[in-house]
């Protein structure tokens, strides 16, 4: 079993920091679960363009108010606590928070802490060694 909190990840390396965005990572693939798992906090006003060329991504949303664009289609949809989106499709997408959003972020396959988006705001696929 693994028990993990928060604080036991905070300004630690897996808590990765950007002008909008925070992501503290709290499973990785290195635990060999078959998904990862990270709260995420999107900053107040921020423009975000997200691809998950590689993965599929299900994100929770705890708190916060916002929207989100498909960019393949230019469907909008508000963003609240209670909402789930899920990106099945390795959507393209835009994240518009009017406030601050924090929110539960599972990723398959999972990522390893040592992901950077590139220009296309993709993930590149980087994968634990057994």
């Known amino acids: 079993m693994l028990v993990r909190t928060l604080d036991e990840i905070t300004d630690t390396d897996a808590d990765i920091k950007t002008e909008n965005w925070r992501s503290k990572r709290i499973i990785l693939a290195k635990e060999g679960v078959g998904f990862s798992v990270h709260e995420t906090t999107l900053y107040a006003g921020t423009v975000n363009d997200f691809w998950y060329a590689n993965h599929i991504e299900a994100v929770f949303i705890t708190s916060g108010e916002g929207e989100i664009e498909d960019l393949a289609t230019g469907k909008v949809y508000e963003l609240k606590p209670g909402t789930l989106y899920l990106l099945n499709d390795h959507d393209k997408h835009q994240v518009r928070p009017k406030t601050e959003i ?17 220009e296309n705001g993709v993930y590149p696929l980087i994968t634990e060694d057994a």
């Open 102 to 118: 924090k929110c539960v972020c599972v990723f398959n396959p999972p990522v390893t802490g040592r992901e950077v988006h590139d």
